[in-house]
């Protein structure tokens, strides 16, 4: 595997792709963020190391995961951020699971999280294969819930929430939740 880095600072395999994928992905192809792609860099005074972030690169904070608890990707979790996240064996799939080949290439499902009612949801894709939800098939939307075992291909999952009623990365939700509001 031949990596390099974008000017945006993604990496990628050059063997694979001819561009960086990401930035494609995310419409960034020609915009530059700095003409700095380093992440670390020295300081010539007294020999440390400093981090060095972007100031405009915005992150899409973690609002919960799914954990693999059974299959080809046991104890990897994977990461749910704010509305809809695809998930797939494909490379274009916001949560790309490899290995379970039962598991549809494109949008098998999809789990979203609704800021503004604080609440998760799973939805079946487009996939031949059934999803299950606590051992029941999942045919429309339904809630998740904290815990909650689903089922797709030859793995099973644990979902877990970050964001909902005790936490919403909003300071100023955050804030009303704590004080009872």
Known sequence: MKLDRCRNGHMYDIARYKSCPYCKSEGLELEVKED???????????????????????????????VCIE??????????????????????????????????????????????????????GE?????YVNNEALYDTRELRIYDLIEM??????????????FEWNKEKSKMLKDGE
């Open 71 to 124: 299959g080809t990707n046991k104890g990897k979790d994977f990461r749910l951020v704010s509305e809809r996240n695809f998930i797939g064996r494909g490379d274009e799939m916001n949560i790309q699971i490899i290995g379970d080949m039962s598991i549809s290439r494109k949008n098998h499902c999809s789990i979203s999280y609704n800021p503004k009612q604080r609440m998760f949801m799973i939805t079946p």
């Open 36 to 66: 700095k792609i380093n992440l670390i860099e020295e300081m010539n005074d007294d020999e440390k190391t400093t981090a060095y972030w972007a100031k405009d690169s915005q992150v899409d904070p973690v609002v919960g995961w799914i």
């Open 153 to 166: 291909g030859e793995s099973k999952f644990v979902f877990v929430n970050l964001c909902g009623d005790f």
């Open 127 to 131: 996939a031949t294969g059934l999803i």
